[in-house]
């Protein structure tokens, strides 16, 4: 045996395959390889048992303890807890441990419960059975005794239960539908191919006669990205290889439809799923009010200190005088007397520590985690927020930023899908300069009244026919659209020439509004069949093309193409994309004319494409085929070979024509800008579409007023003078007006008020993040942001998903700090959802990604407005008044145990009896702060609507600043002197009840302490709760 190959088996055994390799080989069937092909390396993978729950039954209690004792709060209570079991403190261990021990039995019984949930379900999913394929016979299984490599067999409406390569199905063009609705939200169905050489295995026979090795990436979340390729050996020796993509992958999780049945070969199990890994969780994040919890904790415990050590000090300046340190009632034996002095005050100073540990609120963390819990119901059941159309309501998919929303700062918001309807509607299209509009349609449904073709150009003459038809040809052939002949889904839509009822599912709405708008331009889409792409053209005659090749649309190329043959033989390239993506690939064609119409159409908030095409010879067909061939079978940069690949390829193109899509404003999106602008919130919008068109719907949408004086910061803004330049020219300017751009009157912007709007474009944006030659992008990051702090509104245009990423991080990280937000709808949106201080999803047309990944979701952009307006607002009301409470009530409790000491002689005698210390956190005043801080409405819901400058009153986390935490800590220490000197000096001897019981001066203490501390919480409820609604 090669020397070589054993070092590999033993490096794989010992190390692990996914810590040497990046790409993993799956044997279909188990085969081994024929003689003469690869060594068979049998490698290890994990089973297919999905685990979501954190414990088990036998390391619940050790980890769950390690994960509360992370918690300062908890871990200082423990160590109080020890000191008094430890040494003789004037306390009992008991006064400490029962609270703690009640706040770690309630979080340990919640958190139990919820891993029990967990468990019940992943037995549920891993407990279902599957059927297989073993020696050429069908084999019911547990889930969870699945193989990497083992062929499985899937029967229609059931799921996949994993990551499966497609080989074959019971359709005979090797094709099957699935849903993946519970992956990423998207109902509609999409297409699957099967592999090429094994699509027609139909039997379990022939299936298990299959002899094939499967080349692929270590498994990765990215449900839409998969790299790989599979040997097929046959009876010659050198194995047919082929690609394998996205298209290929059958996800766990994902539904069979309308396919009988399908076979594949598990590639990826249990944990190692794509589902599975993108269902762990995301980074948690935390907010301003927790922050400033946890600096108020710090400042707190250095008031313990504070008071331990002056006591301590204190008792040995009192004790220094004669007979005081040893009083005749209590002489010392000689071992105390000969204790060591620095250890007597080492432990006297934990007693006081012990003794004044109460003013740390050990019940704040749990009464603040329900308060969290409990008030994320007011977002779900606002009746409000709840959209009839889509019978959607408000997710919250995490409590713990229910007070963020009422210190937003800056709103970050997609363009397409979110401040617009994503429901496309085809407007014309302009072929060799001649302009036709159809009469209207949307969403397959035709106007009343409408009928014919209105041209608003003459029409062409007889030489430029066949460019139209090739035109029309173009975009009935130039999608990934699929026809489902069913009446019943998203209802019945019927070509008018054919009377065939079909409808037309896509991820992209851009592609069904022109499919259909062409329709009624006379050329209608039918079908895909058996790789034959089939149109019905204006004379009714059907007209088919083989599919070659597609091209698939990214959003770095802007663009798509397909490679057709048509049945004479001609071979078409057609290409259609973005017009900064296609007129630099344009060698001909009336491109001025058409550039015009695009930007005339782009200034009116159009949506627009390009469109053009070339002929390929065959040999430039097999030149093609060669390139595409070879990056596709690539296992390593895959994508960045494709991408060069496309380049080369998409050139020499010949211009058509242009479309153009409206895509209308949400309702009430415009309403929705001016109240978050009048609340003293910037609103940036960050697209990917062209900058006409985005300034266009920022006009339509309020963000840009009519007096807005818009500055460029663009690519040909920049070609013309120096970044340096334009970056300066740009300052000078806002910061001319600055002095009127206050935060006071921002909010407030009148219509004659002069102020400014920027505009940036991804190409400016790199250059201004890009390192500069000396090493450093600082500076003109700052003048950058010092740009945009002067202007009412930002537009970038031009974004690619990362950029908006980089964009929030910018912000988020400036001087400031500001707090922000971002808004979207789609997976291009989800980057800079997780990268924001608070992320919401819309849940839109484009999948439900963002609603996934975001923090909260809501079915429109208009649900912003209540959503912080009015309920941030109130939860950070609500959150702050209960952080500030509960330091409050503690110094009131404690501060009288610090003033006792001056009166016993600093002997540590406690003022209160244990049950009082044992139970005053964790239920004399804990409930009452709780329900206030569940109903508080210090204004009515109608009020916090109509004036949205409310929102400015608490922001910058106003309500926990430093000036407010002393105000409460003054009263706290003001209220504890009434506390005791009102009752030393009103009770200074025993007092005896009408019933005979002995009342003391603690005892009033006591009950004075918590009867003016739920006195203050029933007062504020009665005043502030004026205005509650149910």
């Not at 070969?265 to 269902?279: H, P, Q, R, S």
Request: aromatic share 10%; net charge negative.
């Amino acid at each position: 045996m090669d020397c070589s190959l054993v070092r590999t088996l033993v490096h794989r055994y010992c190390a692990g395959e996914e810590n040497c390799v990046d790409s993993r080989t799956i044997y279909v069937g188990h085969r081994e390889p024929p003689p003469g092909a690869e060594a068979y390396i049998p490698q290890r993978h994990p089973d297919n048992r999905i685990v979501s729950s954190k414990y088990t039954f036998w390391n619940f209690i050790p980890k769950n303890l390690f994960e509360q004792f992370r918690r300062i709060a908890n871990f200082y209570f423990l160590i109080i807890f020890l000191v008094q079991l430890i040494i003789d403190t004037p306390t009992s261990p008991v006064t400490s441990g029962l609270p703690l021990f009640f706040v770690i039995t309630v979080t340990a019984i919640k958190q139990g419960y919820e891993d029990w949930l967990r468990h019940k379900a992943d037995n549920a999913m891993n407990q279902c059975p599957v059927h297989f394929i073993q020696h050429g016979k069908l084999v019911r299984k547990q889930s969870r005794k699945l193989r990497v490599g083992d062929i499985v067999m899937v029967k229609e409406d059931e799921t996949f239960p994993c990551d499966l390569i497609f080989l074959s199905s019971s359709r005979g063009d090797g094709t099957c539908h699935v849903t993946t609705a519970s992956l990423d939200g998207e109902s509609s169905h999409k297409t699957h191919y099967a592999v090429q050489d094994t699509k027609g295995f139909h039997t379990e026979e022939d299936i298990d006669g299959l002899h094939a090795t499967i080349e692929c990436e270590q498994p990765q979340p990215d449900l839409y990205k998969f790299v790989g390729r599979i040997n097929v050996y046959s009876d010659r020796n050198d194995p047919v290889v082929r690609p394998l993509g996205s298209e290929n992958l059958l996800l766990r999780g994902a539904t069979l439809k309308n396919t009988e049945k399908i076979f594949g070969v598990a590639i990826y199990t249990g944990m190692e799923t794509k589902m599975a890994l993108n269902y762990q969780s995301k980074s948690q994040k935390r907010s301003a009010v927790e922050k400033s919890m946890n600096v108020f904790l710090i400042v707190y415990l250095c008031i313990l200190v504070s008071k331990a050590l002056i006591n301590t000090v204190l008792k040995y300046v009192w004790q220094s005088e004669p007979f005081r340190d040893e009083p005749w009632y209590n002489h010392k034996t000689e071992s105390e007397r000969q204790r060591n002095l620095f250890l007597r005050a080492f432990t006297d100073f934990l007693a006081f520590m012990v003794l004044f540990n109460y003013i740390i609120p050990v019940s704040m963390y749990v009464t603040v985690e329900m308060q969290k819990f409990l008030g994320s119901y007011f977002i779900t059941w606002d009746e409000d927020m709840f959209d009839e159309d889509t019978g959607e309501g408000p997710l919250v998919n995490t409590s713990d930023l229910n007070e963020e929303l009422g210190q937003v700062e800056y709103v970050f918001t997609d363009k397409t899908g979110t401040l617009t309807e994503n429901n496309m509607e085809f407007k014309e299209c302009c072929i060799e300069g001649h302009v036709y509009v159809p009469h209207a349609v949307c969403n397959g449904q035709v106007l009343p009244d409408a009928s014919g073709i209105d041209m608003i150009d003459s029409s062409p003459g007889a030489g430029a026919r066949e460019r139209e038809e090739l035109f029309f040809r173009a975009l009935c052939l130039c999608h990934t659209i699929q026809v489902k002949d069913d009446d019943d889904v998203d209802g019945p839509r019927k070509s008018p020439d054919s009377g065939k009822s079909c409808v037309y599912i896509s991820s992209s709405p851009d592609e069904v509004a022109l499919v259909e708008g062409i329709q009624r331009l006379g050329f209608t889409y039918l079908r895909l069949k058996e790789n034959y792409m089939e149109i019905l053209n204006r004379e009714n005659g059907v007209e088919r093309f083989e599919l070659l090749e597609i091209l698939s649309f990214d959003s770095v190329r802007r663009r798509m193409s397909v490679i057709v043959r048509s049945a004479t033989g001609e071979i078409y390239l057609f290409c259609k994309g973005a017009d900064s993506s296609i007129f630099p690939r344009v060698i001909e064609g009336k491109v001025d004319q058409i550039r015009s119409r695009v930007e005339r159409n782009a200034v009116e908030g159009l949506r627009t494409l390009c469109v053009a095409y070339k002929r390929l010879i065959p040999e430039e067909y097999e030149g093609v085929c060669t390139l595409l061939q070879a990056a596709k079978v690539a296992l390593q940069d895959r994508e960045k070979k494709l991408a060069e690949a496309y380049e080369q390829i998409e050139k020499d193109l010949i211009l058509l024509g242009a479309t153009a899509v409206e895509d209308r404003l949400q309702e009430k999106a415009a309403d929705t800008i001016e109240a978050l602008q009048k609340a003293g919130i910037k609103v940036w919008v960050l697209t990917g579409d062209k900058m006409e068109t985005a300034a266009a719907t920022c006009y339509a949408c309020k963000l840009f007023r009519r007096n807005t004086q818009l500055l460029e910061l663009t690519t040909k803004k920049i070609e013309e003078q120096s970044l340096h330049d334009v970056l300066f020219e740009l300052s000078k300017t806002v910061l001319r007006h600055s002095g009127s751009l206050t935060r006071d009157n921002f909010s407030g912007l009148s219509a004659d008020m002069q102020d400014h709007g920027l505009i940036i474009d991804g190409a400016a944006l790199s250059l201004i993040m890009k390192p500069r030659e000396d090493g450093s992008c600082g500076n003109y990051r700052e003048l950058f942001l010092e740009i945009c702090r002067n202007c009412s509104a930002v537009l970038c245009c031009r974004m690619a998903p990362l950029q908006k990423a980089q964009i929030v991080k910018l912000i988020k990280l400036s001087k400031e700090h500001p707090i922000t937000l971002a808004i979207g709808d789609g997976a291009n949106d989800v980057s800079m959802i997780l990268e924001a201080h608070v992320g919401i999803g819309v849940i839109g047309k484009e999948g439900r990604q963002a609603a996934r990944n975001s923090d909260y979701a809501i079915p429109k952009f208009k649900h912003l407005k209540k959503m912080l307006l009015v309920h941030g607002h109130l939860y950070y009301i609500r959150i702050s008044e209960l952080v500030q409470y509960f330091f409050y009530k503690n110094v009131c409790f404690i501060f009288p145990q610090f003033l006792y000491q001056f009166f016993c002689g600093f002997s540590q005698q406690t003022l209160y009896d244990t049950a009082y210390l044992t139970l005053y956190n964790i239920s004399f005043t804990s409930l009452p702060i709780l329900l206030y801080s569940l109903m508080e409405q210090h204004v009515s819901i109608d009020t916090l609507r109509r004036d949205p400058s409310l929102y400015r009153d608490i922001a910058k986390n106003a309500l926990l600043r430093w000036r407010v935490f002393i105000y409460w800590t003054f009263l706290g220490v003001f209220d504890a002197l009434v506390f005791f000197f009102g009752a030393y000096f009103m009770f200074e001897n025993t007092t005896v009840t009408s019933n005979g019981q002995i009342m003391t001066t603690n005892t009033h203490m006591v009950r004075n302490c918590g009867f003016v501390c739920m006195f203050w919480s029933a007062l504020k409820i009665k005043y502030f709760s004026k205005y509650f609604e149910m």
